[in-house]
């Protein structure tokens, strides 16, 4: 399951993008438009911020600001930074130890199909398809 914090984040992506030629954004306008709590979007930007997909600047005209083009910006990626890896079991998360049953497991096959089916459909989209529904 994708959690708030991503979708929050997928969220606030899109409305960047969308408002991308009034340059920076004030977080209270972002909140506002998309009806989450500004404590709750202050700890999404700073992830966001953090894996530099958004730059701030602080003061008078300040806010946020996406650090390239909506059709740069991988789906995928915004949900792992602020989701984690979306592998399914543990075993198939990318600092797994390898499993003494994988040789033998027969649920394996199942979970790799199922990760490869969400990776890439997450993976081969991005802010500006789904800004323009083209996915």
Not at 51 to 71: A, V
Not at 75 to 86: A, M, N, Q, R
Not at 106 to 135: A, C, G, M, Q, R
């Amino acid at each position: 399951m994708i959690s708030t914090k991503a979708r929050y984040a997928l969220r606030v992506m899109i409305d960047l993008a969308e408002h991308q030629d009034a340059g920076y954004i004030p977080l209270k306008d972002i909140a506002a438009r998309q009806e989450i709590s500004e404590k709750y979007l202050e700890i999404i930007i700073k992830i966001l911020v953090k894996g530099k997909m958004l730059k701030g600047l602080r003061g008078k005209g300040g806010g946020y600001i996406l650090t390239r083009e909506p059709s740069e910006y991988i789906v995928g990626d915004i949900i792992e930074l602020t989701e984690g890896p979306l592998a399914p079991v543990a075993c198939l998360q990318p600092d797994a130890e390898v499993c003494n049953r994988k040789d033998i497991c027969v649920t394996l096959p199942l979970w790799e199909k199922y990760y490869t089916l969400v990776h890439d459909f997450f993976f081969h989209i991005t802010l500006e398809d789904v800004i323009n529904s083209n996915f």
